[in-house]
Structure formats: C-alpha cells, structure tokens
C-alpha cells in the first residue's frame, strides 16, 4: 500500500507542477499588461513603469515563473528598498482591484463555499443513492419510472434557471424564504444560517443527485443480476441485509469513486449556484475576478481548484482500493 | 508423415505485479515442444493452469512467445507479421469454446464464414454465397442459413458455423481449443464426428485442446499431458491412457467419473439382443424404485 | 453445529422427504406464457441422492429453483411441492407458502449450492462472514459463536488452517476452495434437503473427484436428501440412487440408477448413454449421424441452461 500511495503521490506532484506553469503560461501570454489595468484611469507612463517593476513585469518568463514558485514556497518580496512588500509562503499574489493579499481572501471565503459544498453534498447523497435504490429494486414500477423522470428534470434543467426560479417563488412569491445572506455564521443564528444557504443546496444537490440516481440505480440493478445475489436469497437472507450486503454494498465503488471527484470540484467554488444566490464564497470570488481580469485572483483560484482535484483524485483512488477486496488484494 | 506445424521450446512469461518494485513472472508454459502431421490428431490435455490453451495460441501466434520457435511448412513464422503472416493464417484456423462469444452477433452467417478470406485477400472464385452454401451444407447446416444471426441458433449450430469459418480458407490444420466444451453429449458426438469425417476428406491435421479425457481418448491419435506448464507425458493415445508413466498422468485418469461397466456391459448385451425390436412406448416409464 | 450424529433427518426410512407432483413451470414468452416445466413428479428420500440428468433446455434448472421459491420475477410455478417439517410433518406445500414462511426455509431447512462458485460467493465480504450468516439468521447467533462455527465447518470441508482462512475473502481461494466453501456455507443449519445444480461443471476433474467424495461423506454423516443436476451422465452414475432424466421440460424416464444405466427404456435415454465418451473404451458409438440440422424458426428461444 505505501509504495503505492507514495508512487501516487509523486505523480500527483508532477502534474501539479503542469498546472502551475501551465496556467503560468496562459496568464503571462494571453492577458493585458496587468500594470496597465492596476493603474487604473488615471495613469502615467512612469506610474506603469513602477508598477511593472514592483510586480516583477519587465523580467523574463522564467524568472518571474521562478519568482512565482518561491513565492509559493517560501515567500517573495515584491519591488526593493523601503517601500518592498514581503508576502509570506503560500504567496498567491496580491490582487489588482483590492491590493488585498489573494490568500487571505480565498481564506475569508472558503467557509461559506465549504457550507454549500457540503450541505448539497449530503442531500444529493442522501437522495440520489436512496432513489437510486429505490428505483432498482422495484424495477419498472411507478416508483421506477418516477424516480427516472425527476432524475431527468434534474439533469437537463439548467441550474441557473432553477436557481433564478426557486427564488422567485420561494422568496419573492410565497416569501416563506428570506433572500439568502451567506454573512450569517451557524452559531449566531442557526435558522437564519439554515434558510440562507437551502436553496443553494437545493440548487447544487438537483443536478448531481438526479445523476446519481441514474448511477446507482444502473449500479444496482447490474448487481441484482449477480449470481451471489441469488445465493443471498438462497441462504433465506432478510430483505434488509440483502439490500445492505449484497445489492448496495457492492455497488458503491463507482458512487464513492464520483462523488469523491464532484465533491472536490465543488469545493474549488461553485460558480453559479453562489453567484445567483450571493453567497460570497470562492466561486463567486472567481466569477468576480474574471468580470474585472483579476489576474492574481484568478490564478490562485484555478490552482485551488486544480489542486482540490488532484487530491481529490488521490483520496478516490486510495478509498477505492479499500472498498474493492479484490483491488486491494492486487496492490 | 512430415510435420505441418512444429513448435520448439516454446516459454510464455507473464508479469505478475509483485509487492513493491520487483516485478514477478509467471511461466505459463515452459519448454513446450510438439507437431501436428496432415492427418494427424494431436490432443494437449490438462487441467486449469496447465497453459494448455496458451501453448495453443502461441501455436497459432495469437500470442508471442517470450522464446521457442514456431515452424509452418517447414518455414520459421515465429517472428513473422503482416502478408507473409497471413499467409501462415490461411494454413492454419482456429474454432473457439464459446460459439457465441467468437461470432459476431451483429453479422450474418455469411459474413461471419466469408471473414477469413476477405482478411486474407482472396476473394473467392465461384462468388462467396456460393462457397457458402457448400460449406454449410457440408458442416450439417441448411443453407439458407447464411442469411440468419448467431442468435438464431443453438450451441451446437452456432458450432458448426465456427467450423464453416474455419474451413471456409480451405486450411491444413484445425486448431480446436476445447471446442466441443460447452455442448451438450449429444451434439458433443455429431460435432466430433463431423470433425473426424472432415480430417478424413481433407486431411486435416488437427491440434486439440481439452480437458475431457473421455472426449480425446475418442479422437486423438498423440496426447501431450501437461501440468503448470510443462509437458509431463506424451505418446500415442493407447500409450497414454492405458500405460500411463508419470504420477500426474495417473491422477488424471482415475480421477474421470465413470459409469459403472458392470452396468454398461449389459445395456450393451440388451441393445444388441434387441437390435432388430420395435422402439419402447412413448410415454415416460415410471418405476418402482423403493 | 456439534459433534456429528446420523440423522435420518426429518423424513423417516421410507418416507419421502420432498414430494413433488405435477410441477409446471412456465415464463412470460412473447406470445403467452412459455412452459419450460410440463408436468414433473417425483420424490426424494432423507439420506438419499436423486439425480436429475438432461442436456440444455431441459428444465432441470428451473425445477430446482421452483423447490426453493427462486424463480425470477413473472415465472410461475403451480402443481405441487410438499417439504417434510417440523411445523407440518405430513408435508408443507412450499409453492403456496408465503414469502416470509420461505425466507426462514431457505438456508435453514433446504439448501442450494451453484455452479460457479466464484460468482457465487460475495467478494466483498470475508469468507467467515458469509459461511455463518445463514445460522445468524435462522438460528440468532451472535457474532463471535457465529465465526466459530465458521471455522469449525471450514475445517470439516477441508479447507487447511481454518483459523486464519476464515478472515480471507473469496478471491483468495482456489475453485475446489470456493465450491468446498459453497457446501460449507449451505450446511451450518443441517438442513433435510440439499440441492446441487451443476457443482462440479466449472471445476477441474481431480478436484471434482474430491468434491464429490466430500458431498457423498457429508451426506452420510447429516443424513441429507439431496437433488443432484447435471448434465454428466458418468458423474451422476456415481453420485445419485435415483436418476431422472428430462428433455425439454418433460419427464422420460424415472428409476434407480441400476435399472436406468443397464436396461434404459426410452429412445431418448439410449442415445444420451450410447453419446457419452467412454474414457475406457475408443470405440465410438454407432448411431452418430452426420447429416443436417433442421433450422429452427427464428424468434423462438432455448430455456436456460447452457449453450
């Protein structure tokens, strides 16, 4: 297992290095000169010339790459003398807008997207895997076909619509919600935290519970057709234990293994659920940033993003070898 | 007779992954060496593991050999590849255990049996529906087969048509690799008969693969006995199954179930007493058995 | 399970353990129900072995699972199958029962064991685990007497160091392993009848050779009546008293294996015997034809079994 996990990790490692450089490469070519729209409005040529130098512009690529990756590291001064700004390892920059150091606004809002990420989590498990089942073992009945067809909204309604649709009727409409604040903490005010952030997950679990639906039910119904399934029943098994042992059981690896892939790429900010509900979280962070071409914003966002996952990849892939007996046998 | 197909010294390693680093082989067939004459019926038999299939595909160079040689016609092929492979291909053909799992379902019959000659190039010459018909017919099949899927039939007529194929580039050696397996007994006995009645119109040689003693002691004329790989007995069929030398050979034989001869000694003394007598009642035959 | 006691189990010398009468088993078919079932009557004895012998299509498995209640959803089952118990000792008909009744049968009362028993067994959970849950089940074991008990058959069917196999899971065996654990798990409630459908089919003949002495040796020591299928007409002739042979979801011949083996009277039967390669003897039996196989309609299937 460790040869493994450490084979896994080195290579995790490299390709978070790509990532790095690769988005490096994207930012340095593609955008405007940065300084250009740090200095805003009113602007001299000298006042772009210092900025340019403060960041680090007029250097080489590959020094300003190396600059980036010790400041990642290690921490990085940004200009000379006096007026030198030092930013402490992991240094993600400072933004052009605000001037803020990145990391800490990442910080600020990583909680809220954390409380969205999993709160839709839970109830997109919770209902896709139990309808999923549902829908497998009564095969074909109403429940079945029900199951199916809400999956199908689910999957083919745009969540920005439903997101803009359940405030409308929700809050604006029968008003039984208020509009959502994401600034409320669980412990100051847990009903208000709780209506704030349901329709965000009720937004996110849609989507992804309706395909998780789909899977588990496709997952369970190939394992029903097993032949274990029918020594199970041959051994006068309980319809309980059954289902537990034998039909939901085996059919978690591929759910565990997606859900650990959704949940990290959900957790690198979920976009339009919060830009549409105004939760301040990272993804609304990330949506702003492009709006304004943010440059340090956006980079230290898709490296969290890529980050999340890769790691995410990572734990799937070690969770799958304890799920599957025979996998892990094999390792 | 000269043989046809010759291998020597054939090895097959497969990597195992090993704990950590060090990669481990497994030989699943070590030092294999046999050779099947026109004419000739030549069983490998073996148990699970024996690498009895693989030293068969290795035979037929559906896979490489790690080393050993493979000789068709007295010309090496081991390291061949392309046309001068294929022409090897049109030598020697391969029938499957599983008739459904080796024809394509979504193509006809005719498709199915013409395959190997338009792989190879060669186009028939009194037009394929033509040969088609011949072969089927020939293999105990209604013609107006050709038109039908492999769904459309029972195991043992999905068999045959595996045979149609195989014969349909004219080879001089018949690879069977457990081909009769997983028939039914009496369908088991019309396919081997209608393999032997093929070896003696054409002069087939044949390389069988099997692990049903009782089903080679019927058609072979040489049998390969091996185990994990290597080949622990060989000779002719008589030599093998009724003056076995080695422990494993002996293990075998006794361990096949058999009808008790006491028992078959007299439904043979009744049949041919009885050999000229109108067949028995129609209906089931209940009797007491307490 | 403790130290071994012969049983007559709960059929008495003579007395039938599992009567059935008039089995029809049928599935939903294109154009109505297909019969796979036509009519099947016969019994089996505590302590003895019936043979049920045919080729594909026959039926034999299907009768089986219609005994256990294992039918696949829209098959139906009618005629009669009466199970001697405890709760009715002059015979409980199981194809009226109720699902609950049957649920607490199984595992309990009668057993099955398949034919592939890698697919069989769970490979998710440990070997021990799925020995033993049939007797928590029926039996209310707890965890530890449970495990236990695992090692304990484990170690009658034969599987070496019981103790620290009985943690392993199934891939870690070998395919006599797994089907040694197939018996296991079907014994640990001793239940009256046992049923076999194609055991040894997928195993190499040495190991066959040891399961079958295995099943023969359990079958003396728990006084179990059992169903053998197969499609092995040598393999039968070994293990079953009683042989009956199916074509196609009809009965054609039904007698002691003696009898059946010597003097066969249906045509059927002769050429099933005269089909079967002799292992002693490379004479090949002489009503082997060539010759052509009718097509048949398309549109119609085989009934189960294999290819």
Redesign the interface.
């Known amino acids: 297992m460790i040869?493994y996990l450490l084979r896994r990790s080195g290579a995790s490692v490299l390709v978070l290095f790509g990532i790095t450089l690769l988005t490096f490469v994207v930012f340095f070519a593609l955008s405007p000169d940065p300084a250009v729209t740090i200095c805003g409005k009113t602007c001299t040529p000298d006042r772009i010339e210092t900025i340019r130098g403060v960041l680090g512009l007029d250097q080489p690529f590959l020094t300003q790459y190396g600059h980036f990756l010790q400041g990642l590291f290690v921490g990085r001064r940004y200009g000379v003398g006096e007026n030198a700004v030092q930013c402490a390892a992991p240094c993600l920059g400072f933004s052009f807008q605000t001037n803020q150091p990145v990391l800490q606004m990442i910080a600020a809002r990583l909680p809220q997207t954390v409380t969205v990420a999993v709160g839709a989590a839970v109830l997109w498990l919770l209902v896709g895997v139990s309808g999923g089942l549902l829908g497998a073992i009564k095969r074909g009945t109403v429940w079945d076909k029900g199951a199916m067809l809400t999956a199908l909204g689910g999957i083919s309604l745009p969540n920005y619509f439903l997101a803009l649709l359940l405030q409308y009727v929700l809050v604006v409409r029968l008003q039984v919600l208020p509009f959502p604040d994401s600034s409320i903490g669980l412990t100051q005010d847990p009903v208000g935290w709780f209506e704030s952030y349901l329709m965000p997950w009720i937004v996110l679990a849609f989507g992804y519970a309706s395909l998780y639906l789909r899977l588990t039910r496709d997952t369970v119904l190939d394992t029903l057709s097993?032949?274990?399934v029918?020594?199970?029943?041959?051994?006068?098994?309980?319809r309980g234990?059954l289902l537990r042992?034998?039909a939901l059981?085996?059919s978690m690896a591929p759910v565990v293994t997606l859900f650990g892939m959704d949940f990290a790429g959900l957790l690198a900010g979920a976009l339009i659920a919060e830009t549409v509900f105004g939760i301040n979280g990272v993804g609304k962070l990330a949506a702003d940033s492009i709006a304004t071409n943010d440059q340090p914003v956006i980079m230290a966002v898709t490296l969290l993003a890529a980050l999340l996952v890769v790691v995410g990849n990572m734990v799937v892939d070690v969770v799958y070898t304890l799920l599957?007996?025979?996998v892990r046998?094999?390792q | 007779m000269n043989a046809l197909l010759q291998v020597e010294h054939l090895v097959k390693e497969f990597a195992v992954?090993g704990q950590?680093?060090r990669r481990q082989t497994l030989r699943a067939v070590d030092d294999v060496s046999f050779s099947v004459s026109p004419g000739e019926t030549v069983a490998v038999v073996g148990e699970s593991g024996s690498g009895k299939s693989t030293s068969a595909r290795l035979a037929v160079r559906l896979l490489d050999a790690t080393s050993g040689t493979v000789s068709f016609a007295g010309e090496d092929i081991t390291g061949l590849s392309g046309r001068r492979l294929n022409r090897f291909r049109g030598g020697v053909q391969v029938v499957f255990q599983d008739p459904f799992s080796s024809l394509n379902p979504k193509h006809t019959v005719h498709d199915i049996v013409t395959a190997p000659l338009r792989y190879q190039g060669r186009a028939p010459r009194r037009g394929s529906r033509s040969l088609v018909g011949d072969l089927l017919e020939r293999v105990g099949l209604d013609p107006a087969a050709m038109d039908r899927y492999p769904s459309q039939f029972s195991g043992g007529q999905a068999q045959r048509i595996g045979i149609a194929r195989a014969l349909a580039v004219d080879p001089q050696i018949l690879v069977c690799d457990e081909a009769v397996s997983a028939l039914d007994v009496s369908v088991q006995a019309q396919v081997l008969k209608l393999l032997a009645d093929l070896q003696l119109e054409r002069g087939l040689g044949f390389l069988f693969i099997a692990h049903d003693l009782a089903v080679v002691r019927q058609i072979a004329d040489t049998v390969l006995v091996m185990q994990q790989g290597r080949v622990v007995e060989r000779g002719t069929r008589d030599e093998v199954f009724d003056r076995p030398r080695h422990d494993y050979t002996k293990t075998l034989l006794d361990a096949v179930p058999r009808i008790n001869p006491e028992w078959e000694a007299r439904r043979r003394a009744g049949r041919s007493a009885s050999a000229a007598r109108q067949d028995g009642p129609a209906h089931p035959t209940e009797r007491t058995s307490r | 399970m403790t130290a071994p006691t012969t049983r007559p189990g709960s059929g008495t010398a003579g007395v039938p353990l599992l009567e059935v009468r008039d089995l029809q088993v049928g599935v939903p078919g294109r154009d109505g129900p297909l019969a796979l079932v036509h009519g099947l009557s016969f019994a089996v004895d505590a302590g003895r072995t019936l043979g049920i012998v045919g080729e594909s299509g026959s039926g034999k498995s299907m009768t089986s699972l219609a005994i256990?209640g294992?039918l696949p959803p829209g098959a139906t089952a009618s005629g009669s199958v009466r199970l001697r118990t405890q709760r009715h000792p002059e015979g409980e008909e199981l194809l009226s029962a109720g699902a609950g009744r049957?649920?607490?049968?199984?595992?309990?009362r009668m057993?099955?064991i398949?034919q592939?028993p890698l697919?069989?067994?769970?490979?998710?959970?440990r070997v021990g685990v799925q020995v033993a849950?049939?007797h928590r089940?029926?039996r209310g074991s707890s965890r530890r007497q449970a495990r236990a008990l695992a090692v304990d058959v484990l170690g009658r069917v034969g599987i070496p160091r019981p103790h620290q196999r009985v943690d392993d899971?199934p891939?870690?065996f070998s395919g006599g392993m797994r089907q040694r654990i197939?018996i296991a798990?079907s014994l640990v409630c001793e239940p009256d009848l046992l049923i076999a459908d194609e055991p040894t089919t997928a195993l190499d003949v040495t190991v066959q050779a040891q399961i079958l002495a295995l099943l023969s040796d359990l079958q003396r020591e728990f006084g179990t009546g059992m169903i053998y299928i197969t499609h092995d007409l040598a393999v039968v002739s070994q293990v079953a008293e009683d042989i009956l042979v199916l074509r196609e979801g009809r009965p054609v011949e039904h007698g002691p294996a003696e009898q059946i083996f010597s003097d066969p009277q249906q045509d059927y039967t002769r050429e099933l015997l005269d089909a079967v390669p002799r292992i002693d003897d490379p004479v090949p039996a002489p009503h082997l034809q060539g010759g052509t196989t009718p097509l048949r309609p398309p549109g119609t299937s085989w009934g189960g079994g294999t290819p």
């Open positions: 040869p097993e032949n274990y029918r020594t199970g029943r041959a051994k006068g098994l309980p234990l042992r034998y059981r085996p599957d007996p025979r046998i094999s | 992954s950590g680093l | 256990m294992l049957l649920r607490g049968l199984r595992g309990d057993a099955m398949f592939d697919s069989c067994l769970n490979p998710y959970y849950e049939a089940v029926h899971y891939y870690q197939m798990m």
